[in-house]
């Protein structure tokens, strides 16, 4: 069973930045791909950004392009997410989830672990 823990969420302006990160237990980590998610009140679960195991493959959602960097350190079993130029709608519950495969996704079916999340709450 792998342990992922997000932190570095917390009360930002507008156009502020942020960076979460995913602290990951166990010897799967540079084997697995990773994925960011959000939760927003009273909407569903969205996909983020997702990277391959070793990094070289990265996706976006368009909502979040040019604006969200995910970025990965397999010697230190961490999962990163650089938000610059925060927007009101990027309010939500953030999610890291690893994936059993080397290979990216953008579907929460394809995860199998979860952390408990880190709440990002951006002021307009």
């Known amino acids: 069973q792998v342990q992922l823990v997000e932190s570095g969420g917390g009360l930002v302006q507008a156009g502020g930045s942020l960076r979460l990160s995913c602290a990951a237990s166990?010897?799967?980590?540079?084997?697995?791909?990773m994925g960011w998610f959000r939760q927003a009140p009273g909407k569903e679960r969205e996909f983020v950004a997702t990277?391959?195991?070793?990094?070289?493959?990265?996706d976006y959602a368009d909502s979040v392009k040019g604006r969200f960097t995910i970025s990965r350190d397999n010697a230190k079993n961490t999962l990163h997410l650089q938000m610059n130029s925060l927007k009101s709608e990027d309010t939500a519950v953030y999610y890291c989830?690893?994936?059993?495969?080397?290979?990216?996704?953008?579907?929460?079916?394809?995860?199998?672990?979860w952390g408990q999340g880190t709440q990002v709450t951006v002021s307009s």
């Open positions: 166990g010897r799967t980590f540079s084997v697995s791909a």
């Open positions: 989830a690893r994936r059993p495969s080397r290979s990216y996704s953008q579907y929460e079916s394809d995860y199998n672990d």
């Open positions: 990277i391959s195991s070793r990094g070289l493959w990265i």
